[in-house]
């Protein structure tokens, strides 16, 4: 039974202590935009690490793409494309 005495405070503070974290993640913004995330991985990000020679989404210095070439170029905002 003196167990118990022990037992009550501390789960007390340990409850006071979770309600006092969840408060401040929720005023600096942790639980605001829970799928941005997920959706932002999906973006293509790397075109800046690709060469200017090795790139496919725009024709080199003196060769042009043809319409088809164009139209099969996948496009940021539909990703069926």
């Given at each position: 039974?003196?167990?118990v ?6 789960t007390?503070?340990l409850?006071?202590?979770?309600i006092?974290l ?5 005023r ?8 941005g995330?997920?959706h932002?991985?999906?973006y ?13 989404d ?22 069926d494309a």
């Open positions: 039974m003196k167990i005495l022990i037992l009550v405070p501390i007390l503070i409850v006071a202590m979770g006092v969840f408060s401040w993640a929720v600096n913004g942790q639980y605001d935009d829970l799928d995330p997920a932002r991985i999906l293509d990000d790397d075109k800046d690490m690709i060469p200017e020679d090795s790139r496919q725009r024709p080199s210095t003196g060769d042009k793409a043809s319409a088809t070439d164009q139209d099969r170029q996948p496009t940021r905002g539909n990703p």
